[in-house]
C-alpha cells in the first residue's frame, strides 16, 4: 500500500497556536509518501529516501522487541517509540504478517522544515488506522496544526481545544495579491521540539491570545496587498515582544522595502516575503536561493494549485 502526506507552512499565530490561538495554515504540494509491504522475516525493514532519490537512512528492528538492528540514534529512537505505539494500538494489523518492509520517499529537502517529521507520522497513522494527533502527541509533542495540514485540501484555521479533538476549518486564501507571496527558506533549519518545549507557556495569556486570533482574521479578510503588509507587520511586532526578540525583517532586512514575517519557530526555516518578480533575485543576491512563489509551492485542490504533484 502507497500513503501520502502534505508539508506545511504556519501563517499566523506561531507560539500562539501552543495556547489556543486560532492559527492560518497552509499544506504544501511538496510531501512524502510511505509504501509498505509485508514480509515473511520477522523483523521491520525501513528504509529512507531523499527527495535526490538517495537513501539517507537504513535500519531492521526485530519485531517483537522493535530494538534496532544499528546503533542507536535520535531517528532510530523515534522511529521505535512510534512502531511500539502502532503495534500497542492496532494489534490486529501489527500481527497480521511476521514482519513488515516500509519505504519513505521525501518531495523536500529535509532541512528545510516543511514537516518531514508531521508527514511521517501521518503517513503512519493512516497505514495503522490511528488518529495521527495521539500519535504525535506520544513521542513529538505540539500543536497539531501540522498534522492536520498534512491531509489538508487546501488553508486551514487550526485551533486546539483543551482535552478534545483540534477544530480544524477549510478556510477560503485566495487574494487577488496572492502573486506576490513567496517563501523564502533562510539556510537554519529549526528544531521544533526544542523551541516547544523552550517556549514560555505562561506569557499566553487570554488578551494575546485574542489579539492573535484578531491578526488570523485579518490575514483571511485582506483584499489588498497594503492592507495584507499591515497585518503582518502587526502580528510581527506582537510575537516580537511575546518573545523579546527582534522579527526577522529588522534583524536581517532592513533594507527590504516590503513586508516579511517568520513563520513557525523564530530565526530558521521558512519566511513569508510579499513582493514582485525580482523578490527571488533580491533574496538570491543575499545568499538566500531557495525562493518559491505562493502557487508554485502551496497545495489548494479549490485553486487547482499543486495538483500535479503527490495524491489527491
Request: glycine share 8%; proline share 4%.
Amino acid at each position: 500500500m502507497r500513503y501520502f502526506a502534505r508539508g506545511k507552512l504556519l501563517l499566523t499565530a506561531e507560539y500562539a497556536v501552543l495556547g489556543g490561538a486560532s492559527a492560518l495554515a497552509v499544506p504544501t504540494r511538496l510531501g512524502q509518501s510511505l509504501t509498505v509491504h509485508p514480509i515473511d522475516k520477522k523483523r521491520i525493514e525501513w528504509k529512507s529516501i531523499d527527495e535526490q532519490g538517495t537513501v539517507w537512512y537504513q535500519n531492521t528492528f526485530d519485531k517483537h522487541s522493535l530494538l534496532p538492528g544499528n546503533a542507536d540514534d535520535k531517528i532510530s529512537d523515534r522511529l521505535q517509540a512510534l512502531l511500539q505505539r502502532i503495534a500497542k494500538e492496532n494489534c490486529n494489523l501489527w500481527n497480521s504478517a511476521p514482519g513488515f518492509s516500509f519505504e519513505t520517499k521525501l518531495d523536500f529537502n529535509r532541512s528545510w522544515g516543511l514537516g518531514s517529521s508531521s508527514t511521517l507520522v501521518s503517513l503512519l497513522a493512516q497505514w495503522a488506522e490511528m488518529n495521527p494527533y495521539l500519535l504525535q502527541q506520544s513521542v513529538f509533542g505540539g500543536s497539531g496544526y501540522d498534522i492536520a495540514c498534512a491531509t489538508a485540501s487546501g488553508p486551514i484555521r487550526y485551533t486546539l481545544v483543551k482535552g478534545q479533538q483540534p477544530l480544524v476549518e477549510s478556510v477560503n486564501f485566495a487574494p487577488a495579491f496572492l502573486d506576490h507571496l513567496y517563501f523564502v527558506y533562510l539556510n537554519q533549519k529549526q528544531d521544533s521540539q526544542n523551541e516547544v518545549a523552550a517556549f514560555d507557556y505562561d506569557k499566553l495569556v487570554p488578551k494575546f491570545i485574542h489579539q492573535i486570533n484578531t491578526l488570523t482574521d485579518e490575514f483571511l479578510a485582506a483584499t489588498t496587498l497594503d492592507v495584507f503588509q499591515q497585518s503582518m507587520g502587526k502580528h510581527e511586532h506582537k510575537i516580537s515582544v511575546l518573545l523579546g526578540s527582534q522579527s526577522i525583517g529588522e534583524k536581517m532586512f532592513l533594507d527590504y522595502n516590503s513586508a516579511v514575517k517568520s513563520l513557525g519557530a523564530w530565526g530558521g526555516d521558512f519566511i513569508l516575503a510579499c513582493g514582485d518578480a525580482n523578490t527571488p533575485n533580491y533574496f538570491r543576491e543575499r545568499g538566500y536561493p531557495v525562493c518559491f512563489a505562493y502557487k508554485d509551492l502551496i497545495y489548494d485542490a479549490s485553486l487547482g494549485l499543486g495538483a500535479d504533484l503527490g495524491l489527491p
